[in-house]
T-cell receptor, first 114, second 114 residues
Framework: SQKIEQNSEALNIQEGKTATLTCNYTNYSPAYLQWYRQDPGRGPVFLLLIRENEKEKRKERLKVTFDTTLKQSLFHITASQPADSATYLCALAPIYNQGGKLIFGQGTELSVKP | DAMVIQNPRYQVTQFGKPVTLSCSQTLNHNVMYWYQQKSSQAPKLLFHYYDKDFNNEADTPDNFQSRRPNTSFCFLDIRSPGLGDAAMYLC?????????????FGPGTRLTVT
């Protein structure tokens, strides 16, 4: 069956450290993968998109990698800050996908302590 | 500045009493989506509109209907809400581009069924 899995346990790290979140998928052929941030009681906010032929993407303190052999994406936040505390969702867009559908993972909650 | 607006933010309805949630957008995007998200779970796509074309997910209950009278507005109708329909309902939009498409989410409507 098709699955997208993220770390279900919350990730707690110290301010200034690098946070690394994992997204694994099975039985999908993604055209690309996206990462979103969701704060409690709010809608997700788009962060980064990486295509299936790209290995790495960066935006300020954020970095995403995409390994289609391992079927895995890693999301890194460097020099983390308490304001980075939120739930991070990965979402993939399958190939042969009409209407821009995204399949979301359940998210990983990140807590950055001062 | 608000780009995707959802009303109301909080909705309480009685078991079996029809309810309508609304979404509007100022982005002029051609695709609109409705997701259901329960606590600590992935957003689950219910249906989407690609322009006026309606696309229902196979596992979306018949109890859920949608209308898109024009580009800017989309409505989610729940004909006979059950206790299991209590959730956050998220509206999102996107503009399909060849190089990929991020989704813009509204703040969500929290539905309580009593």
């Amino acid at each position: 069956s098709q699955k997208i899995e993220q770390n279900s346990e919350a990730l707690n790290i110290q301010e200034g450290k690098t946070a690394t979140l994992t997204c694994n998928y099975t039985n999908y052929s993604p055209a690309y993968l996206q990462w979103y941030r969701q704060d409690p009681g709010r809608g997700p906010v788009f962060l980064l998109l990486i295509r299936e032929n790209e290995k790495e993407k960066r935006k300020e303190r954020l970095k995403v990698t995409f390994d289609t052999t391992l079927k895995q994406s890693l999301f890194h936040i460097t020099a983390s800050q308490p304001a980075d505390s939120a739930t991070y969702l990965c979402a993939l867009a399958p190939i042969y996908n009409q209407g821009g559908k995204l399949i979301f993972g359940q998210g990983t909650e990140l807590s950055v302590k001062p | 500045d608000a780009m995707v607006i959802q009303n109301p933010r909080y909705q309480v309805t009685q078991f079996g009493k029809p309810v309508t949630l609304s979404c509007s957008q100022t982005l002029n995007h051609n695709v609109m989506y409705w997701y259901q998200q329960k606590s600590s779970q992935a957003p689950k796509l219910l249906f989407h509109y690609y322009d006026k074309d309606f696309n229902n997910e196979a596992d979306t209950p018949d109890n859920f209907q949608s209308r898109r009278p024009n580009t800017s507005f989309c409505f989610l109708d729940i004909r006979s809400p059950g206790l299991g329909d209590a959730a956050m309902y998220l509206c999102a939009t996107s503009r399909l581009l060849k190089q990929g498409y991020e989704q813009y989410f509204g703040p969500g409507t929290r539905l309580t069924v009593t």
